[in-house]
């Protein structure tokens, strides 16, 4: 990968259990983002975190930031059908390139 | 509700076929980038721009080309077509700044026979 892998490749989980994902990127960051791609389609902004920052939430979004092991971990509470998606993490580097990681495929049966 | 368009959203051509990708964002962003990724892989950056008249080449080596002339427009073209360009193409904008998230375009699927 260009900057850095996500674990695990997949999953597979029932409705209202959590998903986790993690994140880890190769170089200094000036902030960390999660995206969700539906089915080959465009990428949908989920939640970014800044590199000064530890831990954010949205909804039932969690984001972790832990810039010395330089990765990241997403939470998703009570999932979904709906949240049955590929997430990708996005590293902020340079300033100005965003550069995406290998995904996770995270699929939520009812 | 996103507010940056793509066409075509699917695309299959001959060979030898110079063919350009429209994207076009409403949101005044003057960042705008193009990203290109295979069924189930990562993206990969080919092309970006800081505003008009502004293009950069990304992080993967493309044969495509692109032009800014207008703040809304960063239609990408291939001059001459071919299987290798078989791919998704994402094109995305943002507002200055880093604290941003991109805005994505759904996409063109673009095969080349």
């Known amino acids: 990968s260009q900057q850095g892998e996500e674990d695990p490749q997949a999953l597979s989980i029932q409705e209202g259990e959590n998903a986790t994902m993690n994140c880890s990127y190769k170089t200094s960051i000036n902030n960390l983002q999660w995206y969700r791609q539906n089915s080959g389609r465009g990428l949908v902004h989920l939640i970014l975190i800044r590199s000064n920052e530890r831990e954010k939430h949205s909804g039932r979004l969690r984001v972790t930031l832990d810039t010395s092991k330089k990765s990241s971990s997403l939470l998703i509470t009570a999932s979904r059908a709906a949240d049955t998606a590929s997430y990708f993490c996005a590293t902020l580097i340079k300033g100005h390139k965003l550069i995406f990681g290998t995904g996770t495929r995270l699929q939520v049966f009812p | 509700e996103a507010d940056i368009y793509q066409t075509p959203r699917y695309l299959v051509i001959g060979t030898g076929k110079k063919i350009t990708l429209e994207c076009s964002q409403t949101m005044g962003h003057d960042k705008m980038y193009w990203y290109q990724q295979d069924p189930g892989m990562e993206l990969h950056l080919i092309h970006y721009?800081?505003?008009?008249?502004?293009?950069e080449k990304g992080d993967l080596s493309s044969e495509s080309t692109v032009s800014r002339i207008r703040t809304e427009h960063f239609p990408l073209t291939l001059e001459s077509a071919r299987p290798s360009h078989t791919s998704q193409y994402l094109c995305?904008?943002?507002?200055?700044?880093?604290?941003?998230?991109?805005?994505f375009g759904s996409g063109t699927r673009l095969t080349v026979v």
């Open positions: 995305a904008s943002s507002e200055s700044g880093r604290d941003y998230g991109y805005t």
């Open positions: 721009s800081y505003g008009v008249n502004s293009t």
